[in-house]
């Protein structure tokens, strides 16, 4: 199939040959589920951690003696029923992360692309040249070409040799814009594709994935 390449100005500026596949697959809707849940488990740091009676200080000395008090038998101040004691089955310090099946998370990918594209909101543009980076002018290109109602935006990018310095200056120019996701074509994530309003995606970065799918 071939997609339109847009310029700046949202004008056609040519055609680019790509695999059917990546924006005509069938949309499997639980495979979205699993590979986003997949990623926002390994993105978890798991580093929630309370005490447990034996690590809390104190508490070594019996607070009264066992009879004749008419109070409860206590044998620590550090107990989980104790204000400032321990706590019971604390959470500790845990990897969440665990691995997808190549072949899973290739068709969730497939998927999300073919469902942004079946809904006419991925749009694919020439690469950017700049002679400094201007995170003004992506800004304004940016408002530009989106829809009214669009709030977030994912954009692909892609890094190539024939770009030299300029995939660098377009990381710098739209890192600082607001409801913008950066992916990289090499690793993209399926998570800002899916709850993005619109995808954009830079011509290298398409050519790039087309390359990556053909195999």
Known sequence: MEVVILNENGDSVGNLEIVDEIF???VNNNLLYEAIKNELAN?????????????????????????????????????????????????????YSY??????????????????????????????TFDAPKTKR???????????????VAFVVGKDESLGDNYNKLL??????KDLKLVNADSMSIHPLFYADEVYFTKTALSKLNARIKG
């Open 24 to 26: 005509k697959s069938e």
């Open 43 to 95: 993105r978890r740091q798991g580093t929630h951690s309370t005490k447990t009676r034996a690590e809390v200080s104190g508490g070594g000395k019996k607070p009264w003696r066992q009879k004749g008090t008419g109070r409860a038998r206590a044998g620590s101040t550090r107990s989980p029923i104790w204000v400032g004691g321990g706590k019971t089955h604390t959470p500790k310090p845990r990897d």
């Open 99 to 128: 691995r997808l099946p190549k072949k899973m998370k290739r068709k969730a990918l497939l998927s999300v692309l073919s469902l942004k594209f079946g809904s006419n909101v991925l749009k694919v543009f020439e690469d950017f």
């Open 138 to 152: 992506m800004a304004s290109f940016i408002s530009k070409v989106k829809e009214p109602n669009t709030r977030k």
């Open 172 to 177: 710098l120019s739209l890192r600082n814009i």
